[in-house]
């Protein structure tokens, strides 16, 4: 692919995007959101249109949208579509809440960033019409377990390549797929947590609680706009495969942050006035490891003490919890570990840019790395392209 177009080259969104789109009239010219998906995302100016056939492309993270100053570039917005379900009353309403809605939604609503707003959030989910509210934390818990499991075949065996790569970021697996083909065995295998979430509240939830899966309307609510894409993956169906129903797919719709933000405002539900409220029982409780999730360097840290745990038995000491070489905002950390026995150079990501670079320089430079995550927004989810427009802007 040939290098680094002119930020002035225009390129369109695709009108079939699953992401976002774009209001042409409103435009402004600016080349924000060419400058993110240059420098922070390594995607625009590494290919021209003549090579793509015209087509613009787009690993779905929408920090386009996020740094848009008019709103040309927007989400598309499906809570029109989560409003007729749960008008169907033919229709079962669950929404499983990611971990970094709770602490972005209040910005939305003039709090504090940051503020911890999870039992209002709950609230105003079923003040909408919500039938169930469940917690992504509960399959974020399933995805460690996976991801830990996995690393320990991995390292112990020698039978699959390393390093292993995290794959719950859509974003950061599209960019994989585009870019780096021949790395794809060295992502893990595990679905993201909602592409866990989804299967499990058609089978395991739906048997517990007695419903009927075809009535299910399974909607996630994420900081991300690349979930609307993933979900919209050929293997987000395992659902099929449990009930042989033609067409059933694992997790229906995708909100944002700031699509329940505009949903509650369109509704004149006053947030502050709401009492707080808890998760549906089952798959509203989940252990810690889910909630770090929403940061940089929480899945690296919570699968590495959860493989810790498995390789020796005993709980993870203290040097894994808070795991401070990896935590922070430089877009590539590293560290040398010791989980059991094992001595496990591991690194840390965030923004696909900074991706490419780390790839690069393994490419080259010979270092054995055991364990990369690489989450494609600034800072990880918490960055997230469909949250509150000002969160972390100046991550990097
Ligand atoms: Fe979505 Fe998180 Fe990846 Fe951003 S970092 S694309 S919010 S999964």
Redesign the pocket.
């Given at each position: 692919m040939s290098k680094h177009l002119p930020l002035s080259v225009r390129v369109p969104i695709e009108p079939d995007n699953p992401s976002i789109l774009r209001v042409e009239e409103k435009c402004i010219r600016c080349g924000m959101c060419k400058q993110v998906c240059t420098e922070r995302m390594g995607v625009h100016g590494t290919y021209t249109l003549a090579e793509t056939g015209d087509q613009a492309i787009c690993?779905?993270?929408?920090?386009c949208a996020n740094v848009c100053p008019p709103d040309s570039i927007i989400e598309r917005d499906a809570h029109h579509a989560v409003q007729e379900a749960i008008a169907d009353p033919d229709k079962i309403v669950i929404v499983s809440t990611s971990p970094?809605v709770r602490v972005a939604l209040g910005e939305a609503f003039g709090l504090e960033p940051g503020t911890f707003v999870e039992g209002k959030m709950v609230a105003l989910l079923r003040a909408l019409g919500v039938d169930y509210v469940l917690d992504t934390n509960f399959a974020a818990d399933l995805t460690i377990v996976e991801e830990a499991s996995e690393l320990i075949e991995r390292v112990t065996s020698g039978n699959a390549p390393l390093p292993q790569f995290t794959s719950?970021?859509?974003?950061?697996v599209k960019f994989a797929e585009l870019y780096y083909p021949e790395l794809l065995p060295n992502l893990s295998t595990a679905k993201?947590p909602i592409g866990m979430q989804g299967p499990t509240i058609k089978t395991y939830f739906a048997k517990q609680k007695n419903l009927d899966p075809r009535k299910i309307v399974n909607v996630a609510l994420?900081?991300?706009?690349?979930?609307k894409f993933e979900i919209e993956r050929e293997e987000m169906c395992a659902s099929v495969d449990y009930h042989g129903i033609p067409g059933m797919r694992d997790m229906d719709l995708v909100i944002t942050t700031r699509e329940l933000a505009r949903w509650a405002k369109e509704a004149g539900i006053d947030f502050h006035s709401l009492p707080d409220a808890s998760y549906d029982d089952i798959m509203g409780r989940a252990s810690g490891a889910g909630v770090i999730f929403?940061n940089t360097g929480g899945v690296m840290e919570a699968a590495l003490r959860t493989a810790y745990e498995y390789l020796t038995g005993t709980p993870a000491p203290e040097a894994l919890y808070d795991l401070q070489p990896v935590r922070g905002y430089d877009g590539i950390r590293e560290a040398t570990l010791h989980v059991g026995e094992h001595e496990l150079n591991v690194a840390v990501v965030?923004g696909t840019a900074n991706a490419r670079t780390l790839i690069e320089r393994v490419k080259n430079g010979g270092k054995q790395y055991h364990f990369i995550e690489v989450?494609?927004?600034p800072g990880?989810?918490i960055?997230?392209?469909?949250?509150p427009k000002d969160l972390l802007k100046d991550a990097d």
């Open positions: 690993i779905h993270c929408g920090q970094s719950c970021c859509p974003g950061w993201s994420t900081p991300c706009t690349a979930k929403g965030y989450m494609a927004c990880g989810c960055g997230g392209g469909g949250q």
